[in-house]
């Protein structure tokens, strides 16, 4: 599908009254001037440009989630690894199918989405983590989480770096081409302007990741149709899993992420209504729960 890029008013950019002396735009390409870089967020974040290892900031948490990285003491894990760490819960390294289907079931999706999560994730990244530990294919398709980097791939928004850090500038680049009338969100069409945008040459399965990943994260935080800037900051270093997962835990439940996410819900109010349906799988997500909210604590 081609982009569509709803024109902005005054799209030429003034690069003086930005703050610069170079051209960040130029008439030739209209996508230079359609698409403003985040210019001046150097007065919120030291160095924006640089990666960060192992937090994720923005102009509105130039500390990024420092509360979740000491409580789950995480200081020595990339920001890919920490997105990642929701899934590793013996915290050995390595994720397990069963680990997949599990985090996505505590997420709230049904039995369908949970399986098909585990085939899409699973299937095609184990091969690449597993490279930093061997050549040969792991016969049970784990994801060994030293090595999660080399699952990156092509077709993203650059927000992760090619180690797994995070990259302030493209995190804020995301928002000032995309939220058009800076709502401090990205609505459902916005974030597939950007997706689409972010197409490489022959490159379909970036493509198609990039759908997958970003698709997930609107049916899990979606708002009105909007997907929040620090909900989407704190889906890339992960604790935005931990807080949904707390959420489910409350009589109240998670309130976001409704719409298109009833769809791939469907029928997991009433299973949670009659456990007894599938009483070995809810006493594996118990038992999992359990055990990992002790080594937290004891953490």
Same mark, same amino acid.
């Given at each position: #599908?081609?982009?569509?890029?709803?024109?902005?008013?005054?799209?030429? !950019?003034?690069?003086? %009254?930005?703050? !610069?002396?170079?051209?960040?735009?130029?008439?030739?390409?209209? &996508?230079?001037?359609?698409?403003?870089?985040?210019?001046?967020?150097? @007065?919120?974040?030291?160095? &924006?440009?640089?990666?960060? =290892?192992?937090?994720?900031?923005?102009?509105?948490? &130039?500390?990024?989630?420092?509360?979740?990285?000491?409580?789950?003491?995480?200081?020595?894990?990339?920001? +890919?690894?920490?997105?990642?760490?929701?899934?590793?819960?013996?915290?050995?390294?390595?994720?397990?199918?069963?680990?997949?289907?599990?985090?996505?079931?505590? *997420?709230?999706?049904?039995?369908?989405?949970?399986? *098909?999560?585990?085939? !899409?994730?699973?299937?095609?990244?184990?091969?690449?983590? %597993?490279?930093?530990?061997?050549?040969?294919?792991? &016969?049970?398709?784990?994801?060994?989480?030293?090595?999660?980097?080399?699952?990156?791939?092509?077709?993203?928004?650059?927000?992760?770096?090619?180690?797994?850090?995070? !990259?302030?500038?493209?995190?804020?680049? #995301?928002?000032?081409?995309?939220?058009?009338?800076?709502?401090?969100?990205?609505?459902?069409?916005?974030?597939?302007?950007?997706?689409?945008?972010?197409? +490489?040459?022959?490159?379909?399965?970036?493509?198609?990741?990039?759908?997958?990943?970003?698709?997930?994260?609107?049916?899990?935080?979606?708002?009105?149709? #909007? @997907?929040?800037?620090?909900?989407?900051?704190?889906?890339?270093?992960?604790? #935005?899993?931990?807080?949904?997962?707390? =959420?489910?835990?409350?009589?109240?439940?998670?309130?976001?992420?409704?719409?298109?996410?009833?769809?791939?819900?469907?029928?997991?109010?009433?299973?949670?209504?009659?456990?007894? %349906?599938?009483?070995? +799988?809810?006493?594996?997500?118990?038992?999992?729960?359990?055990?990992?909210?002790?080594?937290?604590?004891?953490?």
């Amino acid at each position: #599908m081609p982009v569509r890029v709803v024109p902005r008013e005054d799209e030429q !950019v003034d690069d003086e %009254r930005q703050g !610069v002396d170079f051209a960040t735009a130029v008439s030739n390409c209209p &996508p230079t001037a359609e698409r403003p870089q985040a210019i001046d967020i150097d @007065v919120d974040i030291y160095k &924006p440009s640089i990666a960060r =290892a192992n937090v994720a900031p923005s102009t509105e948490q &130039p500390e990024g989630s420092a509360e979740y990285v000491d409580a789950l003491d995480l200081k020595d894990y990339t920001v +890919l690894q920490q997105h990642c760490m929701f899934w590793d819960r013996d915290r050995d390294g390595v994720i397990w199918p069963q680990d997949t289907f599990i985090g996505f079931y505590e *997420l709230g999706f049904n039995l369908f989405f949970c399986f *098909l999560a585990t085939l !899409v994730i699973n299937l095609n990244f184990s091969y690449p983590t %597993r490279l930093g530990v061997s050549y040969i294919p792991d &016969p049970y398709f784990r994801l060994y989480l030293p090595s999660i980097h080399k699952a990156k791939h092509g077709s993203d928004s650059g927000t992760y770096d090619k180690e797994g850090r995070f !990259v302030p500038q493209a995190f804020e680049d #995301m928002f000032s081409k995309w939220d058009r009338g800076d709502k401090g969100a990205l609505s459902a069409g916005e974030l597939w302007n950007m997706i689409a945008a972010n197409r +490489l040459a022959a490159d379909p399965f970036g493509w198609a990741a990039g759908i997958f990943e970003f698709g997930v994260t609107w049916l899990l935080v979606q708002q009105d149709g #909007m @997907v929040d800037k620090e909900d989407l900051r704190r889906i890339y270093d992960g604790s #935005m899993f931990f807080k949904i997962r707390e =959420a489910y835990r409350t009589e109240k439940g998670w309130n976001k992420g409704f719409g298109l996410r009833e769809f791939f819900n469907l029928g997991r109010e009433q299973w949670a209504k009659n456990k007894n %349906r599938c009483p070995s +799988l809810d006493s594996v997500v118990s038992k999992v729960e359990k055990t990992v909210t002790q080594k937290l604590h004891r953490a």
